[in-house]
């Protein structure tokens, strides 16, 4: 079967870093996402890896270790405006994209 | 450039009922998928279109739920008869393409409430 897990909830502080582990069992891969979604709102894309690595984009950062199919998405300078819910997704052997439940994260003062 | 659009925003019927969701992607996005999202828990694909032809659909409960694609642009889903369990956002996403780094747009969702 396919599964992608994440942890529930996180807490961390404004102006701190977070990261946000994600593991996955899929049939193949091709490629994995993460998203953001803040409540009530549709999900918007973060960031793609592929190859195995990190992958920069200002406050946001996301790893790939394919052998261990594991990924992490890392937030620094943390903001309030940061308190979403972040989701990680696979793309499968199939091409369907298949997503994770999702990680709350609160930001708190 | 425009988003993608869905419509209606919000929908509230009663168990039994039939309710249909329209979907209007991204001019030129040759891939369109509807996502079940129940509150608290990430999307669930329920089908996913290349053009106007279905590539997934395995976890589409067929005996209440179908959609098309027609002309390889709008999509609908519709529920009939709707359960309760089918409360939940229906999301609409499309992409350029299904393969490589091409990521989903996602619309606004359409909540859909069963009483």
């Known amino acids: 079967g396919q599964n992608i897990d994440q942890p529930t909830e996180m807490t961390a502080t404004e102006g701190a870093i977070v990261q946000i582990n994600c593991t996955y069992q899929t049939s193949g891969f091709n490629g994995l996402f993460w998203y953001q979604q803040h409540a009530g709102e549709a999900p918007t894309f973060l960031s793609y890896n592929v190859l195995d690595g990190l992958e920069e984009k200002g406050r946001f950062s996301s790893f790939l270790s394919r052998s261990k199919g594991y990924s992490y998405l890392l937030l620094k300078e943390l903001q309030m405006k940061d308190s979403a819910s972040y989701l990680c997704?696979?793309?499968?052997?199939?091409?369907?994209?298949?997503f994770g439940a999702g990680t709350r994260l609160f930001v708190k003062a | 450039e425009a988003g993608v659009a869905q419509s209606p925003r919000y929908k509230i019927i009663e168990k039994r009922q039939s309710v249909a969701f329209w979907c209007n992607p991204i001019s030129g996005h040759a891939t369109l998928y509807w996502y079940q999202q129940i509150l608290g828990q990430g999307p669930k694909l329920l089908i996913q279109?290349?053009?106007?032809?279905?590539?997934?659909d395995s976890q589409l409960p067929k005996d209440r739920f179908s959609a098309e694609r027609l002309k390889g642009v709008d999509s609908t889903l519709k529920i009939q008869p709707a359960k309760l369990e089918d409360s939940a956002v229906y999301l609409c996403a499309s992409s350029l393409d299904r393969k490589g780094r091409e990521k989903l747009f996602f619309g606004s969702g359409t909540q859909l409430s069963v009483l």
């Open positions: 279109f290349q053009n106007n032809g279905v590539v997934d």
């Open positions: 997704a696979v793309r499968d052997r199939g091409f369907k994209t298949i």
